[in-house]
């Protein structure tokens, strides 16, 4: 079956960088795209970026521009997400969600389990 | 960007009731629009997609509605399982961006 499974929680300081990764199985990974989406503790769901996981192309939330970058490596059928200059705020679960694009429509399905990120002194 | 605003942001009610949650977005999105269940601590799951299409193994007391700017989530009889929070979400355009929830608790 299709799933996706991330990597593991991260404790990070303050303007740290951290990379989480996303495992696909159950489908041919670079016929679909890969976005990341994240939750703060109490808040709604927030669209992080996406990749294209065919040709590699990208695109990113003006929210965060610059602090996250989105890449894949096809031999390993994996898609990672790393953030840097880490605040405070950026705690948070990380999910990613392929997207199923058809003419009916585009939605994410499935997600993976989350990785929780927490940034702490 | 688009807005998305849903409503109500919680609500109470008992097994058997009839849920009906709206979601309003700020420009038309023709029928891009998505809602997703999540129980706490787990990722959300896909409900409908294109507005009126129940994904595969869900239930079918679940069904949803409307088109260009307003959009409705309805569950026909509320059950145990159903108690968790209803997200909607526009895939019109990038960023793909998501209402605010709604809580579905237990009266």
């Known amino acids: 079956q299709v799933q996706l499974v991330q990597s593991g929680a991260e404790v990070k300081k303050p303007g740290a960088s951290v990379k989480v990764s996303c495992k696909a199985s159950?489908?041919?990974?670079?016929?679909?795209?890969m976005h990341w989406v994240r939750q703060a503790p109490g808040q709604r769901l927030e669209w992080m970026g996406w990749?294209?996981?065919?040709?590699?192309?990208?695109k990113y939330s003006q929210m965060f521009q610059g602090r996250v970058t989105i890449t894949r490596d096809t031999s390993a059928s994996t898609v990672y997400m790393e953030l840097s200059s880490l605040r405070y705020e950026d705690t948070a679960v990380y999910y990613c969600?392929?997207?199923?694009?058809?003419?009916?429509?585009?939605?994410?399905?499935?997600w993976g389990q989350g990785t929780l990120v927490t940034v702490s002194s | 960007d688009i807005q998305m605003t849903q409503s109500p942001s919680s609500l109470s009610a008992s097994v058997g009731d009839r849920v009906t949650i709206t979601c309003r977005a700020s420009?038309?999105?023709?029928?891009?629009l998505n809602w997703y269940q999540q129980k706490p601590g787990k990722a959300p799951k896909l409900l409908i997609y294109?507005?009126?299409s129940l994904q595969s193994g869900v239930p079918s007391r679940f069904s949803g509605s409307g088109s260009g700017t307003d959009f409705t989530l309805t569950i026909s009889s509320l059950q145990p399982e159903d108690f968790a929070t209803f997200y909607c979400?526009?895939?019109?355009?990038?960023?793909?961006?998501f209402g605010g929830g709604t809580k579905v608790e237990i009266k």
């Open positions: 969600a392929r997207e199923i694009d058809r003419a009916a429509g585009r939605w994410f399905d499935p």
């Open positions: 159950g489908y041919t990974f670079t016929n679909y795209d």
């Open positions: 990749i294209n996981a065919g040709n590699g192309d990208t």
């Open positions: 420009q038309s999105i023709s029928n891009y």
């Open positions: 294109a507005a009126s």
């Open positions: 979400q526009q895939s019109y355009s990038t960023p793909r961006t």
